[in-house]
């Protein structure tokens, strides 16, 4: 199987690592309370940006890319800027029964969200290589929301002292911080025509 990857599958993978490694991170820092692995967990996502960015560039400059680039794509995706920014808000404090729903909501969104591009990337790249607008937006968009994550970190507003506090409803916790995981969920799932630069 390795011998079928594509030097932008590489790049691919090494997106997943970084995913993987702030999911890893991120578990460290439940276990040890040290704000290290917050700031770690949150700067290897970008750094998966830049393997995702990197990726879909040599593809197109080795004109090389297959169906089998495109899944590992998705899945490193769904890792790196789906599963890590959601474990990160739940080490960073918001733990609830409601905090816990609108992040699965976030996942299942940019999960769903990849999916329907795979299945309509031929219709909306009109025999181009290259898709001319993102329905919805792109997953990695949740960079914007570990980098607030980052910003409670630095400001120690982790756990108790989360930024806006907390909300109880029957007797179940909301912190209305995560509100902006549903926003990033909602947006991924709509029908908004996003220019591909």
């Given amino acids: 199987m390795i011998r079928e990857f594509h030097l932008a599958d590489w790049f691919t993978l090494a997106n997943a690592v970084c995913g993987v490694g702030a999911l890893f991170s991120t578990m460290t820092y439940l276990q040890t309370q040290q704000v290290f692995h917050i700031y770690l967990a949150c700067a290897l996502v970008p750094v998966a940006l830049v393997f995702d960015?990197?990726?879909?560039?040599?593809?197109?400059?080795?004109?090389?890319?297959?169906?089998?680039?495109?899944?590992?794509?998705?899945?490193?995706?769904?890792i790196s800027f789906g599963v890590a920014p959601a474990a990160i808000a739940y080490a960073c404090g918001m733990q609830g029964l409601f905090d816990r729903i609108v992040l699965v909501f976030f996942v299942t969104c940019g999960v769903s969200r990849l999916a329907r591009?795979?299945?309509?990337?031929?219709?909306?790249?009109?025999?181009?290589?290259?898709v001319a607008y993102f329905e919805g937006t792109p997953i990695p968009t949740s960079l914007a929301l570990v980098?607030?994550?980052?910003?409670?970190?630095?400001?120690?507003?982790?756990?108790?002292q989360l930024w806006f506090g907390v909300i109880e409803i029957a007797g179940f916790r909301l912190h209305p911080l995560v509100l902006l995981y549903a926003v990033s969920g909602s947006l991924m799932i709509s029908r908004l025509r996003i220019p591909k630069i």
């Avoid at 990197?54 to 590992?72: F, K, N, T, V, Y």
């Avoid at 591009?117 to 290259?130: C, F, M, P, Q, R």
């Fill in 147 to 160: 980098a607030v994550l980052f910003a409670a970190a630095t400001q120690g507003a982790l756990g108790q």
């Fill in 117 to 130: 591009y795979n299945v309509t990337a031929e219709e909306l790249s009109a025999g181009s290589d290259k």
């Fill in 53 to 78: 960015v990197l990726d879909g560039r040599i593809a197109r400059w080795r004109q090389r890319s297959s169906a089998m680039g495109r899944e590992l794509d998705s899945l490193a995706d769904v």
